[in-house]
């Protein structure tokens, strides 16, 4: 998976996980991507430009549909997109 053009604040333990949440403008996106199907591709690598993730082997990117840029410490996402298919 390839983030691009990635613009967000730093922050303690920030994760990549795919998920299968919608993504909600505001704060009503803080807290949903942990509610549903999840999967952690790692660290987040740097908060600025882009960046490539691999997927695991036994993870069917078609699952899921949104990405969240993850913090595991205060359980709160920086941020989401829908995934683009290409």
Do not use: H
Request: charged share 30%; glycine share 10%.
């Amino acid at each position: 998976m390839r983030l691009e053009n990635l613009d967000t604040s730093n922050g303690p333990d920030l994760r990549v996980w795919l998920t299968d949440a919608p993504v909600k403008e505001g704060t009503a996106g803080w807290r949903v991507f942990d509610d549903g199907e999840y999967v952690s591709l790692g660290r987040l690598k740097g908060n600025k430009g882009s960046q490539n993730y691999v997927l695991p082997d036994d993870v069917d990117p078609a699952r899921y549909t949104s990405v969240s840029i993850w913090c595991d410490r205060f359980d709160v996402s920086f941020g989401a997109a829908e995934l683009a298919r290409v």
